[in-house]
């Protein structure tokens, strides 16, 4: 299943309909190899980062001030606070809009934790945890922060699953800097497929419990 939402600030490649059929498709080659579970969830971001906006917005504002003050040319005192207070507005407007700007300027360890937070929260959501086998796999997509977070049930040991599958977990992060990130994150995701298979190969009587088409 894919699912995408979220206020989207920049357009997402996994927001049009043949994107989304083609991430279904590799889900589904992803679950003709093995009896796990395979759920993507895609968001436009996971937390809110406003405080970043207004730090850039109080920056642009400090700088102003010291223009004001130490310009050679006259400013009005009258008007230093309304072009204070607008060039606070003008920076966090910045922040908020311009993507990368926002994205540089926010901690990393928050957006990941971020990340780790929402994906589990998702997994809840979108009842990952509901299959029989408890085979389920979230794969959670935070498109502002540029990461992914592979979320396993109890059913599935990553410690059995080893290395291999923590390279092709990391391999679906590193497919949203592609130049061509949907095709890298579809091939990213169908690798998972012979990994998780090795050790939860497909059987005959595997149902599959979970909707493979985009939702949302």
Do not use: C
């Not at 780790?116 to 979230?138: C, E, Y």
């Not at 497919?175 to 690798?191: Q, T, V």
């Amino acid at each position: 299943m894919v699912q995408d939402s979220g206020r989207e600030m920049f357009r997402s490649p996994f927001s049009e309909s043949v994107a989304k059929s083609e991430v279904a498709a590799a889900i589904r080659d992803v679950e003709q190899a093995t009896s796990a579970e395979v759920v993507v969830a895609v968001r436009a971001s996971a937390g809110m980062y406003r405080h970043t906006d207004y730090l850039v917005g109080f920056a642009f504002s400090f700088v102003a001030l010291l223009v004001f003050l130490f310009h050679p040319w006259e400013f009005s005192i009258d008007w230093m606070p309304f072009d204070s207070l607008a060039t606070f507005a003008i920076g966090t407007l910045a922040s908020a809009w311009i993507t990368p700007l926002r994205r540089w300027l926010t901690s990393s360890k928050l957006m990941s934790g971020n990340v780790k937070t929402a994906a589990r929260a998702a997994f809840v959501d979108l009842r990952v945890a509901t299959t029989t086998g408890r085979s389920g796999v979230l794969v959670f997509v935070s498109m502002f922060e540029r990461r992914v977070d592979v979320v396993t049930d109890i059913g599935l040991d990553r410690r059995v699953l080893g290395p291999p599958f923590e390279r092709a977990a990391a391999a679906l992060e590193k497919a949203l800097s592609a130049r061509d990130p949907l095709r890298a994150f579809a091939a990213a995701l169908r690798a998972l497929g012979p990994i998780l298979g090795v050790v939860y190969p497909h059987r005959v009587d595997d149902v599959n419990e979970l909707p493979d088409e985009p939702q949302g």
